[in-house]
């Protein structure tokens, strides 16, 4: 009977597996919608705090009140941002065509590139920026229901927390909402790590750019600021456009724009991301570097965006069930 009751337990739990593999873009797509929800939930929380009189909104209220808010806040960017923004787009593609025949003169002349088609080169390396952004938008299917699975998260996610600690015992139960506590409040506070390294990558490119007279620096700041959102590729995607258009002015500076990248992103991935981490998630820096290349590895972007605050929970529960020992194999007569 027990070696029945075995098979047919490895034989459920291989078909679980498969199932999940199957369906492993649909829950990594939920998983991230949780970790977003786990993120935001505080920042609606607050709003609901506000009132009216005697009015005082609901959880679903406050997901709405935060989604404006944010709406708000990157109307206010563009409009103050734009005007820039759109001026520099609007020269850089009037003086394009001349730039792009400029360089490619200039790399002809170099030995090794004479038989290189350079517009050719250039027109394909666009195109591959552009087929990145392609793939994005078609993904934007995923990303409203990303969001719309967030927002249910946020309102129903301590209902449904409950209902899955309710199948523990209390005592159980009890530590279980305690660790996951612990690790809520790291993960919501991950949010702030990755906006920090935004800036940084923004304003350091700002500055360099601007020292260094590459046309359209504020522009190409913005840009790359934006991108490093995107883990392992986005600052690739920044680089491009900033690459292309130190080349369109001299070799020289094309030159200084990719050992300035390369520098900056040796400092970034072994010293600012690991401290800002360290700093905003509280987990050490050896962690971040691991979990981001794990999680690149098994779920691409999506994978990459959620490594850190999944390596915050992996961490709190390995300190509470397998460093704590003394409380997970303390006898039950003695609890």
């Not at 029945?4 to 829950?27: C, E, K, N, P, S």
């Not at 506000?50 to 959880?59: A, F």
């Not at 820096?285 to 490594?307: K, N, R, S, W, Y």
């Amino acid at each position: 009977m027990d070696r029945r009751r075995d098979i047919t337990f490895a034989l459920f739990l291989a078909l679980l597996l498969y199932v999940a593999w199957v369906l492993r873009h649909a829950l990594l797509l939920i998983y991230v919608a949780m970790i977003l929800a786990i993120v935001l939930t505080p920042a609606a929380d607050q709003l609901r705090r506000w009132r009216i009189g005697k009015w005082q909104p609901g959880r679903g209220v406050g997901v709405l009140l935060l989604a404006a808010i944010c709406a708000a806040a990157i109307t206010l960017f563009v409009f103050f941002a734009a005007p820039m923004l759109s001026a520099q787009a609007r020269v850089f593609a009037a003086q394009w065509p001349q730039r792009s025949r400029e360089l490619a003169e200039r790399l002809h002349a170099l030995p090794f590139a004479e038989k290189l088609d350079v517009q050719e080169t250039i027109r394909s390396s666009l195109a591959g920026v552009f087929s990145i952004f392609s793939n994005v938008g078609s993904a934007a299917a995923a990303g409203v229901m990303l969001l719309i699975m967030t927002g249910y998260f946020i309102v129903e996610g301590e209902r449904a927390f409950r209902w899955f600690a309710s199948f523990f015992s209390r005592e159980r139960s009890e530590r279980l909402v305690s660790a996951l506590s612990r690790a809520e409040h790291r993960i919501s506070r991950w949010i702030f790590g990755q906006l920090l390294l935004m800036l940084i990558l923004g304003a350091t490119d700002a500055l360099v750019y601007g020292i260094l007279g590459i046309n359209f620096f504020f522009a190409l700041a913005v840009f790359a600021g934006l991108m490093n959102f995107i883990p392992v590729i986005g600052p690739v995607i920044g680089l491009v456009p900033a690459a292309i258009v130190a080349a369109t002015q001299s070799t020289g500076k094309l030159i200084a724009v990719l050992i300035f990248y390369g520098i900056y992103q040796q400092v970034d991935n072994s010293y600012i991301t690991p401290r800002v981490m360290r700093a905003t998630v509280n987990i050490s820096p050896l962690a971040v570097v691991v979990a981001l290349v794990i999680g690149a590895e098994l779920g691409g972007i999506m994978g990459a965006f959620v490594a850190v605050p999944t390596a915050a929970l992996v961490e709190v529960l390995v300190e509470e069930y397998l460093i704590n020992r003394e409380t997970l194999l303390r006898p039950r007569s003695a609890a």
